[in-house]
T-cell receptor, first 116, second 109 residues
Framework: DGGITQSPKYLFRKEGQNVTLSCEQN?????MYWYRQDPGQGLRLIYY???????QKGDIAEGYSVSREKKESFPLTVTSAQKNPTAFYLC???????????????FGPGTRLTVL | GQNIDQPTEMTATEGAIVQINCTYQ??????LFWYQQHAGEAPTFLSY??LDGLEEKGRFSSFLSRSKGYSYLLLKELQMKDSASYLC??????????WGAGTKLIIKP
């Protein structure tokens, strides 16, 4: 089955530690996205990538880093510089670059990160 | 700036009809998406509108008025499983989705 996988579903870390969230897709989608969702708020864009070895900052990139070495994979590292890392993190992908018409974003199941 | 406005919460009765409104302001416009999100889960795609008018898909319909910066999602024959948050997301000139906070819909028997 094609889809987007994120692991783990729940992640606990101590304050001050870096942590990497994985996102893998086998949909052959070009563009991939990382969002953060906090209770009562909309999704906020952290980073996105439209092509391998290239990525762009979103609205809240500070304290995060990404890489896109393979088309299928777009891991997100939450660094110790991120002030409030506890949140629900969602990875998404889309088939044709950043849009260009009727192309909905498909989402992975999400990772809920709790920093203690 | 870019802004999305949706009601925070709505309550409806099983079997009834509910309309969830969304007003938006974006830098450019390339269509508007509606997603459904159950608690603790990822959003799933419901509808896309790029031209003015009503798009119907089973029990769900979505309407768009570009001149008014307004859309609504209409849910008919409500079922308990429709209890979820509904996210309005217009696409701006850079083809990025701008997400509203969502409307939490509570269905009562």
């Amino acid at each position: 089955d094609g889809g987007i996988t994120q692991s783990p579903k729940y992640l606990f870390r101590k304050e001050g530690q870096n942590v990497t969230l994985s996102c893998e897709q086998n949909l052959n989608h070009d563009a991939m996205y990382w969002y953060r969702q906090d209770p009562g708020q909309g999704l906020r864009l952290i980073y996105y990538s439209q092509i391998v070895n290239d990525f762009q900052k979103g609205d809240i990139a500070e304290g995060y880093s990404v890489s896109r070495e393979k088309k299928e994979s777009f891991p997100l590292t939450v660094t110790s510089a991120q002030k409030n890392p506890t949140a629900f993190y969602l990875c998404a992908s889309i088939i044709e670059g950043a849009g260009g018409g009727y192309n909905e974003q498909f989402f992975g199941p999400g990772t809920r990160l709790t920093v203690l | 700036g870019q802004n999305i406005d949706q009601p925070t919460e709505m309550t409806a009765t099983e079997g009834a009809i509910v309309q969830i409104n969304c007003t938006y302001q974006t830098s450019g416009f390339n269509g508007l998406f509606w997603y459904q999100q159950h608690a603790g889960e990822a959003p799933t795609f419901l509808s896309y509108n790029v031209l003015d008018g009503l798009e119907e898909k089973g029990r769900f319909s979505s309407f768009l008025s570009r001149s008014k910066g307004y859309s609504y999602l209409l849910l008919k024959e409500l079922q308990m499983k429709d209890s979820a948050s509904y996210l309005c997301a217009p696409m701006d000139s850079n083809y990025q989705l701008i997400w509203g906070a969502g409307t939490k819909l509570i269905i009562k028997p």
